[in-house]
């Protein structure tokens, strides 16, 4: 299993696409998930934060081969991933985060 993240800084003033993006993703999330069933993805999770004033977006994705999952999401046909590569527009930047530590508990507690 592959894990990733990425830290996406925001250009200026996007909050009110950030929010239109989330309330898509919601209301769209049968079609969201079918994405991630063809990208072999069994966790996709996205976190907001400001830091000194700047506004980010913290992606993190659990994969069974996170280079094929890229390569699908690429050439999807899914309506709802050209929302997202729409959305991309928004972004200044994008920096790939190092993995240090992943644990996984397959244990039932």
């Avoid at 999401?73 to 190092?98: L, M, Y």
Wanted: proline content about 1%.
């Amino acid at each position: 299993m592959d894990v990733g993240a990425v830290l996406i800084k925001l250009r200026t003033n996007r909050q009110a696409e950030v929010e239109a993006w989330q309330q898509e993703i919601q209301q769209r999330k049968v079609e969201a998930i079918q994405t991630l069933q063809a990208e072999g993805v069994t966790v996709e999770s996205w976190f907001q934060l400001e830091l000194n004033g700047e506004h980010y977006l913290l992606a993190y994705m659990r994969a069974k081969d996170l280079a094929y999952a890229q390569q699908v999401a690429r050439n999807s046909c899914f309506d709802i991933d050209q929302v997202h590569q729409q959305f991309k527009q928004h972004w200044e930047q994008v920096i790939p985060a190092q993995l240090l530590v992943d644990l996984e508990n397959n244990e039932q507690c």
